[in-house]
């Protein structure tokens, strides 16, 4: 390993603009792995750019710092991850980026009607969730999380709320 593959705390935090007390409460959470030199200074890796990126990224689009963690586990500690690495877990976290994705045109698509959440407001409430039938699937938003009206799984209506 090059020296210049070595990076003081401070020289990640301008290349990545995050500040020093950001690095090390992501270091506390396990997302970046620092070696010590002799002094006992933290010593980061080139390649931990890349993985407080996709922290920032990845934060940005609402997930945690633990759903983060469970993907970044998967790389290596100790050296650059590869582009094989960088596959490897993107596959996993695609499935959960295109479960956002749905989730969020859900919302966009469907916030003007009925969303099965029990305020019983608007007028298409009393057709899609009368009574607020939709508690009996839990709290929240029922049809913006999958759930369907019931008369829509008997088929009686087809169209969406």
């Not at 003081?8 to 290349?15: W, Y």
């Not at 500690?77 to 956002?100: C, N, V, Y």
Request: aromatic share 6%; glycine share 8%; with cysteine.
């Amino acid at each position: 390993m090059k020296g210049s593959d070595l990076l003081t705390i401070g020289e990640l935090a301008e290349r990545t603009g995050l500040t020093v007390s950001a690095i090390r409460f992501y270091e506390e959470k396990g997302l970046v792995h620092p070696m010590r030199n002799q002094g006992g200074q933290r010593r980061f890796l080139r390649a931990d750019i890349r993985r407080l990126s996709f922290v920032l990224v990845a934060q940005e689009f609402g997930f945690t710092i633990s759903e983060i963690a469970v993907q970044l586990k998967q790389l290596p500690e100790g050296r650059a991850p590869t582009k094989a690495d960088w596959t490897r877990i993107s596959k996993q976290f695609r499935r959960h980026l295109d479960q956002r994705i749905e989730r969020m045109t859900a919302l966009r698509d469907k916030l003007d009607a009925c969303i099965g959440c029990g305020c019983l407001s608007m007028k298409s409430c009393q057709l899609y969730n009368a009574g607020d039938a939709a508690s009996r699937h839990g709290r929240g938003p029922r049809y913006l999380l999958g759930d369907r009206p019931e008369f829509d799984r008997d088929d009686e209506l087809t169209e969406d709320p």
